[in-house]
């Protein structure tokens, strides 16, 4: 793990890192790409290159080769992590949700094109083939949340607002986990903590994860159950 902590440190020659940025830019679009095909209907794509390469930039001013992987293994965890920190931060709405609000929005296209009110609801939800409560259900779920105040939105039975911190026991017993399961992370190999890393914390898949470090999909899987597997056993050792 020593590799991954040193990538905080920052690389000085302006020439090295111009070059970096140059050569990469690429992979920013790859990336920017393949994360907006997630979410295409909400974010623009030129929106997520824009903010993948200010990503790019930095991990250029603070790469440090110590040889323990490459700037673009480096560097494809840095974009791809400030991409989705961004998308979590803005999407507000579900996929059911973008597909409902598409489908009433398609609707009124609709019924205004044949001569109807796209106001009226109950035009639009014949159309849809739904009742009038469903429609009040689906424009609800369309509707982007931080848009309304909080007395609009909560609810007591909602699983947005329930409590989900830990009491004192509990939260006692998180802490030791956490703090057995860091441990044992850093025993891991390098390359089995860095599959960990990219699969669990940067999301990717075993496909990208494959890309990324330049093996196959059938090797990554192999390196993620090997490392889960001895995870476990050095964990049940310390139950």
Same mark, same amino acid.
């Given at each position: ?30 990336? *920017? ?88 609801? *109950? ?45 004192? $026991? ?36 075993? $496909? ?32």
């Amino acid at each position: 793990m020593s590799g991954v902590r040193a990538y905080s440190s920052t690389a000085a020659d302006p020439a090295e890192i111009a070059e970096r940025v140059r050569s990469h830019m690429p992979l920013v679009r790859k990336l *920017a790409w393949q994360v907006h095909g997630r979410v295409r209907d909400l974010f623009e794509i030129e929106d997520m290159i824009q903010i993948g390469m200010l990503a790019l930039v930095e991990a250029s001013q603070r790469f440090q080769d110590t040889g323990a992987a490459s700037f673009g293994t480096y560097a494809s965890v840095r974009i791809r992590g400030v991409l989705i920190d961004h998308l979590r931060k803005h999407l507000t709405l579900t996929r059911l949700g973008v597909q409902q609000r598409d489908q009433i929005a398609a609707a009124e296209l609709a019924v205004k094109a044949a001569g109807g009110d796209p106001a009226n609801a *109950a035009a639009v939800a014949e159309h849809l083939g739904i009742s009038l409560a469903d429609l009040a259900t689906w424009r609800d779920r369309a509707t982007v949340a931080p848009n309304k105040s909080l007395d609009e939105i909560y609810d007591d039975h909602s699983v947005w607002f329930v409590d989900t911190r830990h009491t004192p $026991e509990t939260g006692i017993l998180a802490d030791q986990m956490r703090q057995t399961l860091v441990k044992n992370l850093k025993r891991l190999k390098e390359r089995e903590a860095l599959v960990l890393q990219l699969y669990f914390v940067e999301e990717l898949n075993l $496909e990208e994860i494959a890309e990324v470090l330049s093996v196959t999909v059938g090797r990554v899987s192999q390196i993620k159950k090997a490392a889960l597997a001895q995870l476990r056993e050095w964990m049940q050792e310390e139950a």
